[in-house]
């Protein structure tokens, strides 16, 4: 069945530090993926999304691409801030479905200043 | 532009006493709805979709239920509460019918079953 698998944290990072949160999944055609992110005592913001291959969502400095052929779905920030502390998931929508969504485990980070 | 509102943002009950928490969405017609739990530090449980009134589809077996009595508004509930039951609660939105279109949460209600 379809599912995501995200790298586990905690991860802790340095202000300007470069971060990645690997994401990779496993679904039959082409699923719409998404990042969503959760700051403390919040609901999920939908982060970036990307819906077919090669595509790259971005927002806030952040970056995901949609890679068919490793079935990843990496989130990349150059430069983090203190401010990006928060829970980050990634997740998928599988084609055709219109109302299944699978989400990983989500991964929190913490930069400190 | 479309908003979703969920309430109450926190809530403290006895265990055995009933639940109602609600959900509105505005902006859109016929969205497909959603109440997911987040247990503390872990990730998201789905617990009710829905696809139009009075439509439910329930995900896990337990003693909530959930209802749809109109088009935007999503309403959980449960008779008697158990302390398994505390966790973060929350409702989401996504349009009917197109593939691509995200989940848009609202946010969340912090329920402590004591």
């Known amino acids: 069945g379809d599912s995501v698998t995200q790298m586990e944290g905690p991860v802790t990072l340095s202000e300007e530090a470069f971060l990645t949160i690997n994401c990779t999944y496993t679904a039959t055609g082409y699923p719409s993926l998404f990042w969503y992110v959760q700051y403390p005592g919040e609901g999920l913001q939908l982060l970036l999304k990307a819906t077919k291959a090669d595509d790259k969502g971005s927002n806030k400095g952040f970056e995901a691409t949609y890679r068919k052929e490793t079935t990843s779905f990496h989130l990349e920030k150059g430069s983090v801030q203190v401010s990006d502390s928060a829970v980050y998931f990634c997740a998928l929508t599988p084609l055709g479905t219109g109302n299944q969504f699978y989400f990983g485990t989500g991964t929190s980070l913490t930069v400190i200043p | 532009s479309q908003t979703i509102h969920q309430w109450p943002a926190t809530l403290v009950q006895p265990v055995g006493s009933p639940l109602s928490l609600e959900c509105t969405v505005e902006?859109?017609?016929?969205?497909?709805l959603y109440w997911y739990r987040q247990a503390a530090g872990r990730g998201l449980q789905l617990l009710f979709y829905s696809v139009g009134i009075g439509q439910i589809s329930s995900e896990v077996p337990q003693n909530l239920s959930a209802s749809r009595p109109q088009d935007r508004q999503f309403i959980l509930s449960s008779k008697k509460l158990l302390l398994s039951d505390s966790g973060f609660y929350l409702c989401a939105w996504s349009y009917l019918d197109r593939d691509n279109s995200p989940l848009h949460f609202g946010n969340g209600t912090r329920l402590t079953v004591t």
């Open positions: 902006g859109t017609s016929n969205p497909n």
